[in-house]
């Protein structure tokens, strides 16, 4: 069974720094697109960025680009999405997801509060 843990959620001030990782256990997890998402309250799940597992491409939403930074690590079956110069809102519960061509998995997420 495919299993996603995040971690690195917090409380952070703006302007700061988190780190979020997602581990993943069970599957290869070389093959799978990774991606985070978030929700805010009131608002539906986005896109934040995602990473393609053969060539490590690429994608990041509008609000995001220059901010954040999505990478993996193979190796340790791991995602990350680096995000600096954190604003109000970011604010959000930050989920992972893998995705390959027939299954789509979901990590229970990690809250992020940007607050002074």
């Known amino acids: 069974q495919v299993q996603l843990v995040e971690s690195g959620g917090g409380l952070v001030q703006p302007g700061g720094s988190l780190r979020l990782s997602c581990a993943v256990s069970?599957?290869?997890?070389?093959?799978?697109?990774m991606s985070w998402y978030r929700q805010a309250p009131g608002k539906t799940r986005e896109l934040v960025a995602s990473?393609?597992?053969?060539?490590?491409?690429?994608n990041y939403a509008d609000s995001v680009k220059g901010r954040f930074t999505i990478s993996r690590d193979n190796t340790r079956e791991t995602v990350y999405l680096q995000m600096n110069s954190l604003k109000p809102e970011d604010t959000a519960v930050y989920y992972c997801k893998a995705r390959n061509d027939v299954y789509t998995y979901w990590g229970q997420g990690t809250q992020v509060t940007v607050s002074s």
């Open positions: 069970g599957s290869k997890f070389s093959i799978y697109v």
């Open positions: 990473i393609t597992g053969t060539d490590g491409t690429t």
